[in-house]
């Protein structure tokens, strides 16, 4: 698997500058945009959602506090998966020893998930952040809730061509975005 670190856009590295330097507005646009793709990541390890909201937490203060050492000239969604999933790790640690504990259980083995697959599970969750609402809402009812087109159709009160479309579009913009993890594969 091979990472691409290509020149970032303007309004990426401004933000990664502004975010480095302790920036508050910053802060908060870095997670509203990468908040939710820190949360894949930590559910991918944790298995609870729970606990993967404080892992989210836990993440963001320790990227906040680090800030100032990243190098507003490379991406930020690897450094922050990186930091949740070393968060989520050492919560699952805790949270197995605590189990032992109560059990008074000899040490409980911690699952390695590999980083391609964290790293995979962020960049899903990030593309599907980029769709607009409309195509997000018909691949989430159609993927995550499993319904078919004419279900959510109704759900969504739309003409099933609608959300043919919808659907569509939303499947071609999303194997553009992926593009490179599908490469890294090969």
Not at 58 to 64: M, T
Not at 67 to 90: C, G, H, K, M, N
Not at 102 to 120: K, N, S, Y
Request: charged letters at 30%; a negative charge.
């Amino acid at each position: 698997m091979s990472i691409r670190c290509a020149a970032l856009p303007i309004d990426d590295v401004e933000l990664n500058e502004r975010f480095r330097t302790g920036d508050e507005a910053a802060i908060r646009d870095v997670y509203e945009r990468y908040g939710r793709a820190m949360f894949s990541v930590a559910l991918s390890i944790l298995g609870d959602r729970e606990l993967a909201a404080d892992c989210v937490q836990q993440a963001f203060v320790k990227a906040w506090r680090a800030a100032a050492s990243f190098d507003a000239q490379r991406e930020l969604r690897p450094w922050l998966a990186t930091i949740t999933r070393r968060v989520a790790i050492d919560i699952y640690r805790r949270e197995a020893r605590s189990r032992a504990e109560i059990r008074d259980a000899v040490d409980t083995a911690v699952v390695a998930v590999p980083f391609e697959r964290t790293w995979e599970a962020f960049e899903v969750r990030a593309a599907l952040d980029a769709l607009p609402e409309d195509e997000r809402e018909v691949v989430r009812l159609s993927h995550f809730e499993e319904l078919p087109h004419s279900e959510i159709a109704a759900k969504l009160g739309v003409p099933v061509g609608t959300v043919k479309s919808r659907s569509h579009r939303a499947h071609r913009r999303l194997a553009s975005l992926l593009a490179h993890v599908v490469e890294g594969e090969t």
